[in-house]
């Protein structure tokens, strides 16, 4: 079975390769490179299951490959980590990765796109970049490709590079991630420089290190051990706030939807973004190391569910307020690492993977039976013209809200009850269990306004009463997907073990290593790190049915908002009715307009000035110190005037001088 | 007698040049220029120099004989390359034959005295990082400055006189400098030292240092000459605050000459001081300045940087990141440690050839449009798909994209600056030098996204079409090698380290 691992390079590399030839002769291949793409990312799906497999029989991987570069301290080097965690995440990238090349043949190419060789040529070249940071062995290996997800990204946001707010989109996206990603090399040069080491697993890890410095009490550049490793950590923590689009660093995550719809469903919700989060389960066990930074996470994560939730319930346009859900869930998944749920946080991971690819797809079907409009107030009664859209952005639409029993209410449920049960015991995180909770009712309200307002009631627009067509390569990713949102819950369902009594936590086991797993990338192993004690109220089961009444009534009370305001024949725009509120909500609590400030009006002018001051005060001097040597030299020049007279006299002046210098000197006077 | 035939190929490919119809004077002087291009190549493969030239290392191509007696003094022609001067070497021959290249389509007067120049570049610039020799070296050092001046000169923009005589003032006063307190160094070891030879004069350096002199104690005098070495250095980098003579010298020099001095001269600079300054003085002399030096850094990295951020014009903008990438070099050589200096070296050579690519983007822009304003263009990917995707790639590369040899060289000199025992405040000085990655993706994807993306504008009365091959094709060289170097640094840092160590070590 261990050839699976032999051929795990090949995971990566046939992207890679779909890549290179359709960059070379896509425009001569037949769907313009459709095909090579889907090829690749087939045969990267079933080596990510063969891998899957193997590790579910046991073994793991862990392996240096190439060396990059050497020095006398430290190497740096590219290997491949597979581990339960890893071997799931290859599995949902490549999967999400294939259904999304499939429907880009009903997207792109029956739309009569151009530049379809750019277009998958970048999804290759991403998809290579996001399996590769997923199976990366080290931080500088995870960094390296995180930073390639990132060009791919800004690459494909503005893949419509005519309209300048794609552009525009595309350059603020990069710009907003690498202002994270800087924080984020400051940890991986930190790290490299403190431990000599940069290994996510094994005896000279990184990690291991750490804790074996916080165990001695060592001081590290200056400071204690868990202090220093709570800096390293925050640092690094600055890429996963920037990549995961977390608070304040989401901005650039909803100007991200003027790319293609398939590429925001890719890139843009399931696998990307999740990059950071990723990165943060990926390091566990250097988080476990510091309660401080895990705090933060989870503090960063409530607030930024609740507050992009609840900017998601104002908007007008389909693919925004999937953007802003999109940063809302991540949000959660954030809360779930930073309480200790890490079982909690990657279930989510999955989940949300599914789903919100599957919703991302449900609108782009939604915008090709609408004839390219976004605005769900153009739309209505798609419901009985497009059912297979229909009935699978619903199940999307179940697992987002966390309704009982789709895939997202298992994960969502799982998060918040790891958050609670922490909270009872440290206080201060209920606080960060409250902001989930009450996104929970957002979260349902704008989730179901839009399955309203698009698929119910009467058509509001002539591309309404007349939606174009989809075809098969369209709908069958929606039913996959489809399948998986309704489904994908089974893996872990946490409560119904608690009450039963059934070994049915399958992904807590798997993440716990008891099919195979690295020595310390473990759950239990996470946990014992982080000693976290936990409470309950009354019982263990008792805690964990509250919890679970009061998400899930909020979740319903939230649909049933929607359901009284916007599921009537003519819904009217309910939310004007909020005020001032709405304003501040549609221009997203000016989020944007502050960090545009920054860079604009700011950072531009003090550089204008920096640039004033260069060209008057410092190369002033250097002209300056020229002209002074001209005009001397000028003077100079004047005595040189050619009378020969003038040199007589000159020279017996000159000569007399002399004279009087060496009779001083002499002592000619004394 | 290798590198004589490199220099004289040029020397001699110069003169023919000269002589040489305009005609075919572009084409001759390129099919000229391969010949040490592919002999570079080929030292490169055949390299077996090891450790440092100036500390008992082993040379590979060396040549030496007793040149001219000068009363104590002798002088010697003698060359030879270590890990350091041998990528720089092969920089220097590929860069001049693309240069070359690149030239046929915006020169069209006064074709044989150009190439003919850009060849006698090429012959000094060898020659500078092949001398072992002060004098002949210093001679090698000089004698750039001339066909570079001519070059601004001649074909230059419209302030092109200002410009030319600003770089060979400023840079020629700098040289006078750094030459007069070189000498008196070089008088005050004493009697031990009796050769311009390089490796002697370290070897006093560091086993004693000078002697009193001119009513200087030994080791004040040390520190007089390393701090005047450094300024006559720090102008050509160019650091702040003597970069002014830069962003002129670029928007005037024609889009050749640009590659040439962005891509190499440049690196002069900076090879002077790890040869001289980092290689010569003891680690006491140096540790005096590490602050003020690595300040010095920082500062060219990110004020540098926000300067590019406030340009309009595409040459500026290129112009003044040069600024900052050199401060990078700069904090890579005070870190001295192995990834500090090595990544200095390494970054030196990644730097030249990403400049080199960036500068002949423009120069392709500029071709097509007869402008450089970002102001003026803009949805060029429209009209020049295959240019403007290499600008853009070149563009990522200036930003330090991982797999591209920009991201090892900057990554290299972080790592290795912010563990450095040697500069107080290390990580410090890195985290801020660091900020440059943000700002340089700043201007950079500003700039491209006004020129090169939104709907086609350009106000022209002539076509604006994609780019001849021979535009396109050095630039595809350029990238190719950029991330040959990005996926496999080892290429060239096995050796470069391998010079850097007995450095590190105080010596052979």
Redesign the interface.
Same mark, same amino acid.
């Given at each position: 079975m261990a050839t699976a691992f032999e051929l795990a390079p090949a995971i990566a590399a046939l992207p890679l390769a779909a890549f290179v030839v359709v960059l070379l002769v896509g425009d001569s291949m037949p769907k313009k490179g459709a095909f090579a793409g889907i090829i690749a990312t087939a045969g990267s799906l079933v080596l990510s299951l063969w891998a899957l497999a193997t590790v579910a029989g046991g073994e793991v991987y862990n392996q240096e490959l190439y060396?990059?570069?050497?020095?006398?301290?430290?190497a740096f080097h590219f290997g491949i980590l597979i581990d339960p965690l890893s071997a799931l995440m290859l599995v949902i990238v490549s999967l999400v990765a294939l259904l999304v090349h499939v429907f880009s043949l009903g997207y792109m190419n029956e739309e009569g796109e151009t530049g379809l060789p750019r277009y998958y040529a970048e999804l290759g070249l991403f998809t290579f970049s996001m399996l590769a940071f997923v199976y990366a062995d080290n931080l500088?290996m995870a960094?390296?490709?995180f930073?390639?997800v990132g060009?791919c990204s800004y690459l494909l946001i503005?893949f419509w %590079? !005519?309209?300048?707010s794609?552009?525009?989109a595309?350059?603020k996206a990069?710009?907003v991630t !690498?202002?994270g *990603?800087?924080f984020f090399?400051?940890g991986v040069?930190?790290i490299?420089?403190?431990f000599g080491t940069l290994s996510f697993a094994g005896e000279s890890s990184f990690v291991v290190a750490a804790e074996e410095a916080i165990s001695g009490g060592e001081t590290l %550049?200056g400071f204690g051990a868990e202090t220093w490793v709570t800096i390293l950590g925050l640092l690094v923590l600055g890429g996963v706030i920037g990549k995961s689009a977390q608070f304040p660093l989401h901005t650039w995550l909803p100007d991200a939807m003027e790319g293609p719809t398939t590429v925001s469903a890719l890139i843009h919700a399931a696998t990307m973004v999740a990059a950071g989060v990723y990165l943060v389960a990926r390091m566990y066990g250097f988080y476990a190391l510091s309660p401080t930074a895990l705090a933060i996470i989870a503090f960063v994560g409530g607030f930024t569910a609740l507050f992009a939730a609840s900017m998601g319930v104002v908007k007008d346009d389909i693919k925004q307020v999937l953007a802003y859900s999109t940063i809302s869930q991540y949000g959660y998944m954030m809360l779930g690492l930073g309480v200790g749920g890490y079982v909690a946080g990657v279930f989510h991971l999955m989940n949300h993977a599914f789903f919100k690819a599957l919703l991302f797809l449900g609108a782009g079907a939604v915008i090709i039976l609408m004839h390219h409009e976004q605005d769900m107030w153009k739309m209505g009664g798609l419901k009985d013209q497009a059912p297979v859209a229909y009935y699978t952005f619903l199940a999307g639409a179940l697992a987002l809200a966390g309704i009982v029993p789709f895939s997202g209410f298992w994960s969502k449920d799982e998060v918040l009850y790891d958050a609670l049960i922490l909270g009872l015991e440290e206080p201060i995180f209920l606080i960060a269990y409250a902001m989930g909770l009450i996104a929970v009712f957002f979260t349902g309200f704008y989730t179901f306004r839009m399955v309203f307002l698009t698929f119910h009631g009467e058509p509001r627009s002539e591309a309404a009463r007349d939606p174009h067509p989809i075809g098969a390569a369209v709908k069958l990713p929606l039913i996959v997907l489809g399948v998986l949102a309704v489904v994908a819950g089974i893996v872990n369902l946490a409560p119904i073990a608690k009450l039963t009594g059934a070994e049915i936590v399958f992904l807590e086991h798997w993440l716990d290593g008891e099919y195979g797993a690295v020595e310390g990338l473990t759950y239990h192993e996470y946990h014992e790190l982080m000693g976290h004690e936990t409470s309950y109220i009354g019982s263990e089961t008792l805690t964990m049915l509250l919890g679970a009444a009061l998400s899930l009534g909020l979740a319903f009370a939230g649909a049933g908002l929607a359901w009284t305001l916007y599921n009537v024949p003519e819904p009217k725009e309910h939310t004007r009715r909020l005020g001032r509120a709405r304003e501040v909500l549609g221009n997203n609590y000016y989020q944007d307009e502050y960090q545009v400030w920054l860079?604009r009006d700011l950072?531009?002018p003090?550089? !204008?000035t920096? *640039?004033r001051f *260069?060209q008057s005060v410092? *190369?002033g001097v250097?002209n300056g110190v020229?002209s002074v040597s001209l005009f001397g030299s000028g003077r100079m020049k004047r005595l040189q005037t050619g009378v020969v007279t003038n040199y007589a006299a000159l020279l017996v002046l000159g000569f007399l001088a002399l004279l009087v210098i060496f009779g001083i000197n002499g002592g000619w006077f004394v | 007698m290798i590198l004589e035939s490199l220099i004289g190929v040029a020397l001699l490919g110069a003169l023919v040049t000269f002589v040489a119809p305009d005609r075919i004077a572009g084409k001759l002087a390129f099919a000229i220029s391969l010949v040490p291009a592919a002999l570079s190549l080929w030292m490169f493969t055949a390299f077996d120099g090891s450790g440092n030239a100036l500390l008992d290392g082993d040379l590979a191509f060396e040549s030496r004989m007793e040149w001219i007696a000068l009363g104590d003094y002798s002088i010697s022609w003698f060359v030879g390359l270590d890990g350091i001067s041998m990528p720089l070497v092969a920089l220097t021959t590929v860069l001049c034959s693309l240069a070359i290249l690149s030239s046929w389509t915006p020169i069209a007067e006064r074709q044989s005295q150009f190439y003919g120049l850009i060849l006698f570049i090429e012959a000094n610039l060898i020659g500078v990082f092949a001398a072992l020799d002060f004098f002949v070296w210093f001679v090698f050092w000089e004698a750039v400055l001339i066909p570079m001046y001519l070059l601004i000169g001649i074909w230059g923009g419209p302030r092109r006189k200002y410009a030319a005589i600003?770089f060979f003032?400023?840079t020629n006063v700098a040289s006078l400098v750094m030459f007069g307190a070189f000498i008196a160094l070089v008088f005050s070891l004493g009697d031990g030292v009796t050769s311009f030879a390089l490796p002697e004069i370290t070897d006093a350096m560091l086993a004693g240092g000078p002697e009193a002199f001119a009513g200087l104690e030994g080791a004040t005098l040390s520190s007089v000459v390393f701090v005047a070495m450094f300024l006559g250095f720090a102008v050509k980098v160019p650091v702040?605050?003597f970069?002014?003579?830069l962003p002129d010298a670029h928007v005037e020099a024609p889009t050749p000459a640009s590659v040439l001095l962005a891509g190499v001269l440049l690196k002069m600079g900076t090879y002077a001081l790890l040869r001289f300054n980092f290689t010569m003085f003891p680690e006491d002399v140096i540790s005096t300045f590490a602050i003020p030096i690595a300040a010095i850094a920082v500062i060219s990295v990110i004020?540098g940087a +926000? $300067?590019a +951020? =406030?340009?309009t014009d595409l040459k500026r903008i290129v112009a003044y990141s040069s600024v900052s990438s050199m401060g990078y070099v700069i904090l890579g050589l005070i870190a001295y440690t192995?990834?500090g200096i #090595?990544g200095a070296t390494f970054q030196m050579v990644s730097h030249g050839l990403i400049s080199g690519l960036m500068f002949m983007s423009v120069g392709v822009v500029y071709n097509a449009t007869h402008t450089r304003m970002v102001t003026d263009m803009s949805?060029l990917?429209?009209r020049m798909p295959i240019a403007v995707g290499i600008l853009i790639a070149g563009a /990522?590369g200036y930003?330090g $994209?991982? +797999?591209m040899s920009g @991201?090892?060289g900057e @990554? =290299?000199i972080?790592?290795g600056a /912010?563990?450095s025992e040697f500069l107080d405040y290390a990580?410090l000085f890195?985290?801020i030098a660091? @900020?440059g990655?943000?700002i340089v993706? #700043?201007y950079l $994807?500003?700039a491209?996204?006004r020129t +090169?993306? #939104?709907?086609?504008r350009l106000e022209t009365d002539y076509e604006v079409g994609p780019a001849p091959l021979h535009d396109v094709a050095p630039m595809f060289v350029l990238l190719g090698l950029i991330i040959a170097l990005g996926v =496999?640094?080892?290429l060239i840092?096995?050796m470069i380290?391998d010079a850097v160590?007995p450095l590190l070590g105080g010596g052979a």
């Open positions: 060396e990059w570069a050497a020095g006398e301290e430290i500088l960094f390296m490709f930073e390639l060009l503005g %590079f !005519r309209t300048p794609a552009s525009s595309a350059k990069f710009l !690498r202002f *990603d800087y090399l400051i040069v930190g490299a420089a403190t %550049f860079a950072t531009l003090f550089s !204008r920096a *640039d *260069d410092i *190369d250097v020229s | 600003k003032v400023y702040v605050p970069h002014t003579w004020y +926000l $300067l +951020l =406030a340009q192995q990834f #090595g949805g990917a429209d /990522f930003m $994209l991982p +797999l @991201f090892y @990554f =290299a972080f790592y /912010f563990g990580p890195t985290a660091m @900020f990655i943000v993706a #700043g $994807l500003f491209m996204q +090169l993306f #939104g709907p086609y =496999a640094p080892e840092f096995e380290t160590d």
